[in-house]
């Protein structure tokens, strides 16, 4: 079945620092993709979003691109800032009704001053 | 606009005990999801709801764990008898109709419900 597999965290960053946290998905069709974020102490939010191949994705800094040929979508950031410490979750849309939405183990990010 | 609003935020009880959390979703959303997060199993789909009506429940634990929809604006997840192991952060989100004022896959969460069975 579809599935989505991302990186183990924690990642422990300092400010300034490029941040990549990777995404792979399985999937038999055409998904959508997403990234949500969880700060402490707070319910998921959808941070961006891509929806067919080669869009990009783009919020509060962040960037991903929807990559079919290497079925990923890597989370990108030029430059972390403390108030970016959260966890990352990759999810997965296969169509239907709104419960066909997979969500990645999530990635826990430190970024120090 | 009020987003998902959940209460208890917190909730400590004895095992054994009847524990209702409850959720308003955001109005206009059709679908109403309960999600339970631990450290260990992460976050995981409990049961869904798209207008009003239980679409999948396979994410329910077993038959302590119940949920109704009475109506849009009203959900309640119950556990009963409750007992350790079910002490998690427990998640309310609502979505829309995809193509309405939202897109597929997109969830708007509540800020969660932390159970502490003892």
């Known amino acids: 079945g579809d599935s989505v597999t991302q990186m183990e965290g924690p990642v422990t960053l300092s400010e300034e620092a490029f941040l990549t946290i990777n995404c792979t998905y399985t999937?038999?069709?055409?998904?959508?993709l997403f990234w949500y974020v969880q700060y402490p102490g707070e319910g998921l939010q959808l941070l961006l979003k891509a929806t067919k191949a080669d869009d990009k994705g783009s919020n509060k800094g962040f960037e991903a691109t929807y990559r079919k040929e290497t079925t990923s979508f890597h989370l990108e950031k030029g430059s972390v800032q403390v108030s970016d410490s959260a966890v990352y979750f990759c999810?997965?849309?296969?169509?239907?009704?709104?419960?066909?939405?997979?969500f990645g183990k999530g990635t826990k990010l430190s970024v120090k001053p | 606009d009020a987003g998902v609003i959940q209460s208890p935020r917190h909730e400590v009880t004895e095992m054994g005990q009847e524990v209702t959390l409850r959720c308003k979703p955001i109005s206009g959303h059709n679908s109403l999801f309960w999600y339970r997060q631990t450290m260990m199993r992460g976050l995981e789909l409990l049961i869904y709801?798209?207008?009003?009506?239980?679409?999948?429940d396979s994410g329910m634990p077993e038959d302590r764990f119940s949920a109704k929809m009475p109506n849009a604006s009203f959900s309640t997840l119950k556990i009963q008898p409750s007992e350790p192991r079910d002490s998690a952060v427990y998640f309310c989100?609502?979505?829309?109709?995809?193509?309405?004022?939202?897109?597929?896959?997109?969830?708007?969460f509540g800020e969660g419900s932390r159970l502490t069975v003892l």
């Open positions: 999937a038999t069709g055409y998904p959508s």
């Open positions: 709801f798209n207008n009003n009506v239980p679409i999948d």
């Open positions: 989100a609502s979505s829309p109709t995809p193509g309405t004022r939202g897109g597929a896959g997109e969830l708007f």
């Open positions: 999810a997965l849309y296969y169509g239907g009704s709104q419960g066909n939405l997979i």
